[in-house]
Structures are given as C-alpha cells and as structure tokens.
C-alpha cells in the first residue's frame, strides 16, 4: 500500500531546551497515512525528546503538533485517543495476565477492542491468563502491540520494537509492522537497527544533536552520500590507518584483522591512489569486494559519529 497523502502527523518548529542544553531545534516532519516513518540518530540526538514531545509527556518550549487534524498541545487527550505506543519496556506488574493487562488498558479510551480479539490477533490466546513473568521476550513484544492496539489507533509509535528479539521474533515483528502499514496506520519507529530501518521504512529523518539533518527514502539518503561505495580489502601485510588518511576520496577507514574496510566517494582515484600506496609499501593485494553503503554508513557521516565509537 502506498502512503496515502493524508497527514496523521504534523510537527511544525519543534524545539526544547533543558537549562543551556538545547534538545530539539526548530524539529519539522510528517507522517502519512499508510507509512513507515523511521526516526533516526545517535544516543542524544533527541529522538526520545521528539517522541516524548509528540506523545504528550513532555511539553516542548515551542512548536507545533497535530494528530489526526487535531491540535495535541491544546486537546492532548483526544490526541492521544489516536496513537497506540509499543515501548521497549511495559511496565507491567509481573503477575497481571495479557487479558487483565488489555482490559485494563481498553478501560482508559472511549473505544476500545475487545481482549479476546486482540489476544488472537497477535497469537496470545493460550497465554492470555498466564501471569507476564511467564511469557518469553517475544511473547511480551507481542503483549505490548497488543496493547498499542486496544484504542484503534490511526498513529502508531514504535521505540526500539525488536530490541533483544531473536532472528525468529525479529520476522515476525517485521511482518506486524508492514502489516499496520497495509491496514493504512501512520508508524513512527525508532530503532539502532540499520538493516531494520531500510528494509521497513518508506521515508526516515535523521536527528544530530536535536536538528533533523537529513530526510528522504533510505535509497535516496544512501544515492546522494558522499561515501557512496563501500570497499573491503585482504592484503599480505596489514595496513595503517594514517596511510589511507591521505587519500581524500576515502572515509570512514577500519583496520583490523579481517582486513580494511572504508567508504569511498570517488571508487576510481580512490582505488589508483591506493595501487600505487601498495606498490610503494611493497604490499600485495590479496582479495577485494566493493559494495554499495550502507544506511549505517550514511548515518555515520551526517552525525560525524566515528564508526569505532559508534559499534562499541
């Protein structure tokens, strides 16, 4: 399903300050209906405070925010009416079961969907009086979009949904999310998984030290990176960093046991310039492969978040 033009998210000048931190800074996106927007960025680049911000638990110094054509900072509760939120962490009391927890949350709405509906939508029924301390972690991620569900929502907000999860859960939660796009629902997801970002989201906005720094499709941000290739390299003789650093074309370099790997802007002065460093250094070249970047890459060059920090 394409996203539809309709918007059920507009944020207009967000911005928050915390004393002399600036959170967010003049923050501008949208969501449409029918579409997965990825919120993206390194650890304090605002993500939390923007979602916070949206969802009505922290209340920005300036900005605008609509939900569903409503004005969430004057009519919180009848925006929040709209959105359903799957967080990394429930809160849930250990011994309340998926039923109780669903009719109890169903009791804060004016609408809401029966607990047997949603226990068998998101395959909890024979867990759904087994106490929460019971269930494993896919069986409480499951729990959660349930839960994220008991309103009807039109906007759904996703906060690191498959953190810890194993590859099995992993497809599972990738085929509710695509299926909440087909249903026409707005999704915000954050999440440090690169690979989960590209393959779900259709646009994503990534945030650096609470400015939104870049937005598009992930092939789109990808295309227009300066690193737009990434190469790997197996030499006789490992190499040095500070060798490759003169190169200008070349970023993002890595050495280590495996090899070199770096990303690249310009792949044919790039890879002249590194023949005649081999040459010069009498190292031989064993093994090459070029791919495209990564989104990964991408968001490491417009955050400048060196790569070893960043996978520590």
Same mark, same amino acid.
């Given at each position: 399903m394409e996203p539809s033009p309709v918007k059920n998210v507009v944020v207009r000048n967000l911005s928050k300050s915390y004393g002399s931190l600036q959170a967010l800074a003049a923050v501008d996106f949208d969501i449409r209906a029918g579409e997965i927007f990825g919120l993206l960025g390194p650890n304090g680049a605002g993500k939390t405070t923007t979602v916070e911000s949206v969802l009505g638990l922290v209340r920005p110094d300036s900005g605008t925010i609509e939900i569903c054509g409503i004005d969430a900072r004057l009519d919180s509760r009848a925006a929040k009416q709209k959105i359903g939120v799957a967080l990394q962490s429930t809160g849930l009391q250990d011994k309340i079961t998926p039923r109780e927890a669903l009719k109890n949350f169903g009791s804060l709405y004016r609408t809401a969907v029966a607990p047997q509906l949603l226990l068998e939508r998101f395959?909890?029924?024979? /867990?759904?009086?087994?106490?929460?301390?019971?269930?494993?972690?896919? +069986? /409480? +991620?499951r729990l959660a979009l349930a839960l994220a569900f008991v309103n009807k929502p039109d906007v759904i907000f996703l906060d690191e949904p498959s953190a810890g999860l194993d590859p099995h859960m992993r497809r599972d939660l990738h085929d509710q999310i695509r299926a909440m796009k087909r249903d026409g629902l707005s999704v915000l997801l954050t999440t440090h998984d690169m690979d989960e970002a590209e393959q779900l989201c259709d646009r994503i906005a990534v945030l650096d030290r609470g400015r939104i720094v870049a937005e598009g499709t992930p092939r789109n941000l990808i295309a227009a990176s300066r690193s737009a290739m990434r190469i790997s390299l197996q030499t006789s003789a490992p190499l040095q960093p500070d060798w490759l650093a003169g190169i200008p074309a070349i970023r993002e370099i890595v050495c280590d046991d495996n090899g070199t790997q770096f990303t690249v802007s310009e792949v044919t002065h790039a890879l002249a310039a590194l023949v005649s460093l081999l040459e010069e250094r009498k190292i031989e070249l064993t093994g090459m492969r070029v791919g495209r970047a990564t989104l990964e890459d991408v968001i490491l060059e417009l955050t400048n978040v060196p790569r070893a920090i960043e996978t520590t």
């Open positions: 395959g909890l029924t024979e /867990k759904a009086d087994a106490t929460v301390d019971t269930l494993s972690g896919g +069986q /409480k +991620q």
